[in-house]
């Protein structure tokens, strides 16, 4: 099986290349004019978003670098260990809408801290991958399609991360004990 995944991961890209300039071929496109168009039309996209990006990485520098995550496990510590959660793991519910970045680093603290085997490496891989990192989407897509007020999208995004958390603790400590 890991042969077969390993051929088909080989593989894979050089197919889907193929398989868009065959298409582009049938239906005569110009394959190398609609890429460097589409090419072009990313790097203003990409410029556009510059401000929203400086933004929300600036706010979570200066929310590392204050000390408020850290003060915030402390003071949640002992409602933590009471509801069985580790609180190694609260420094990555509180980062990852803001940044995915950040919160990979939390992961690998808490993987090479707790072990891979361990119940904190394991809820908090499953928070990782059951909640987004909300405020770096809105800022992105928002900002590339020029929408400024988005507060209903941030409070359902919120939402959306806080029931993932509790999903993924839920079913961690049903899963793992």
């Not at 420094?91 to 919160?103: D, K």
């Not at 680093?105 to 361990?118: E, H, L, R, T, Y």
């Amino acid at each position: 099986m890991k042969e077969i995944l390993s051929l088909i991961s080989v593989w894979i890209l050089p197919a889907i290349i193929l398989i868009i300039l065959i298409c582009a071929i049938i239906k005569k496109v110009p394959a190398y004019e609609a890429f460097t168009e589409g090419a072009k039309e990313g790097f203003w996209i990409s410029v556009k978003i510059i401000p929203y990006l400086v933004a929300i990485m600036t706010a979570v520098a200066m929310l590392r670098a204050s000390g408020v995550i850290d003060w915030l496990s402390e003071i949640l510590r002992t409602p933590l260990e009471f509801l069985k959660i580790p609180a190694d793991v609260l420094p990555l519910m509180l980062t990852r809408s803001l940044s995915g970045g950040a919160t990979l680093g939390i992961f690998s603290d808490i993987v090479n801290s707790n072990g891979p085997d361990s119940y904190a490496a394991k809820l908090a891989a499953v928070i990782t991958g059951s909640s987004e990192t909300t405020f770096y989407v809105l800022s992105v897509y928002f900002g590339a399609i020029g929408i400024k007020k988005f507060r209903h999208a941030v409070l359902v995004g919120i939402l959306a991360d806080i029931t993932g958390i509790i999903a993924a603790i839920f079913i961690c400590r049903w899963m793992f004990g």
